[in-house]
């Protein structure tokens, strides 16, 4: 049997030394190298290539950016995940309005609506002058208290005086009209005026108000003026204070042009009882009638 020497193909030392079963390592040189398996008197093949160390500087180039890159790439991977996170993480509850069954939710109310259906000025004998308002409710809710309001400017367009008045009917039914009196005393010399509703307001519930029928009543002419004289009753089942009955003259346009008041003879007006009561006419007349309306209202006691 012939044997070989093994020599590194290096530097020709045979200070070699087996290294893992394949290779050897020169023990003069350092060099790593793969002993051929070819027979005697063939070159040996040429070991594999020694993978030269890069240089620790080199090394630590490439850490550092590749650190880098992996915080940013893991920083960016977090935002990621906290933005998807709040994006589709659902918000607090709101909890449904506790609504008993069986409940049935009925729209709110529209405001009280009214319109000026006529207006007629007047003067009275002792300087003074009036207004006689056709009030309407023309809106889908009763209106407490319908009252209009006066005001007189001068010919600069100063505001001279305002004056309020009120109807009779303390609670106005929607489709219902009423007829309002507003007085103005030692009227200073206008130029304009301007007539208006004050803002209709709904029923506060302190107004209380009862019909009262007219049975029957008369014209008693007196000169340019007139009385009216009749009997009004009370068809409900409560007594009833403070009535009153209101005269209404019409003219020819049906607008009223005359207006007057008074209560019934009797202070306080028992069920199915009667009471009479006297109005006069004059005062409030902007021109002689040619029909006259009688209405009364009472209040029930509290």
């Known amino acids: 049997m012939d044997f070989v020497a093994v020599q590194c193909p290096h530097c020709s030392s045979t200070k070699v030394a087996e ?13 790593m190298f793969l002993r051929a398996t070819t027979g005697p008197g063939e070159p040996p093949a040429p070991p594999p290539a020694k993978k030269a160390s890069p240089a620790p500087w080199v090394a630590l180039a490439l ?16 935002l990621y995940l906290t933005k998807r996170r709040s994006a589709v993480a659902p918000g607090p509850r709101t909890p449904l309005p506790h609504r008993p069954p069986n409940t049935v939710s009925a729209p709110a109310p529209e405001p009280p609506k009214a319109r000026l259906a006529s207006v007629r000025e007047g003067r009275t004998i002792v300087k003074g002058a009036f207004w006689l308002v056709s009030y309407e409710n023309v809106g889908k809710t009763p209106i407490g208290r319908p009252s ?3 005001s007189l400017f001068d010919a600069a367009g100063r505001r001279l005086t305002e004056q309020q008045g009120w109807a ?59 009385d009216v004289v009749g009997t009004v009753k009370n068809d409900g089942a409560s007594t009833l204070r403070f009535v009153q009955a209101v005269v209404v003259g019409r003219g020819a346009d049906g607008t009223p042009v005359s207006y007057g008041d008074g209560y019934a003879s009797v202070k306080e007006l028992a069920p199915r009882a009667s009471s009479g009561f006297k109005v006069s006419l004059g005062t409030w007349q902007i021109e002689p ?12 006691r509290d």
Request: aromatic share 6%; proline share 11%; hydrophobic share 35%.
């Open 63 to 78: 850490i550092v950016p590749l650190g880098l890159v992996g915080l940013a790439g893991a920083t960016g991977g977090v």
């Open 289 to 300: 009638p040619l029909r006259y309306e009688v209405f009364a209202v009472g209040r029930p």
């Open 19 to 31: 290294y893992d079963g394949r290779h050897y390592r020169c023990g003069h040189c350092g060099s």
């Open 148 to 150: 209009v309001r006066v």
């Open 168 to 226: 009779r009917r303390q609670i106005l039914p929607p489709g219902e009209s009423t007829v309002v009196l507003v007085s103005v005393p030692d009227v200073p010399a206008f130029a304009r005026s301007e007539v208006a509703p004050q803002e209709p307001e709904a029923p506060q519930g302190w107004e209380k108000e009862a019909g009262v029928s007219v049975a029957e009543f008369t014209v008693q002419p007196r000169g340019s003026s007139a």
